[in-house]
């Protein structure tokens, strides 16, 4: 059975920092990619970052660029999301999902909130 479990949310203010953990389980990920979205109150879930566990290409939202940044320990499997300079716009619960070659995200974890005050 796969397993996504987020840890690391929590409030902060604006131009902190904060480190999002996703410890994964249940599949073989060195062949999967691992995303991270957000889904603030009132709006769709967007996509943040995502990693392939293989060759650890980063892809990035236009909106965190610069900001954040995804890497994996593939000892762990586990993915981090290191978020820097945090805005109020950043508050979202954040979810990080398993992505197959075809590009389905298709286990997703529990979601961890982040809070950002001004």
């Known amino acids: 059975q796969v397993q996504l479990v987020e840890s690391g949310g929590g409030l902060v203010q604006a131009g902190d920092s904060l480190r999002l953990s996703c410890a994964a389980s249940?599949?073989?990920?060195?062949?999967?990619?691992l995303g991270w979205f957000r889904q603030a109150p009132g709006k769709e879930r967007e996509f943040v970052a995502r990693i392939s566990w293989s060759v650890g290409m980063p892809y990035y939202a236009d909106s965190v660029k610069g900001r954040f940044t995804i890497s994996r320990d593939n000892d762990k499997n586990t993915v981090y999301l290191q978020m820097n300079s945090l805005k109020p716009e950043d508050t979202a619960v954040y979810y990080c999902a398993s992505r197959t070659h075809s590009g389905v995200y298709d286990y997703w974890g529990q979601g961890t909130q982040v809070t950002v005050s001004s």
């Open positions: 249940g599949r073989t990920f060195s062949s999967y990619a």
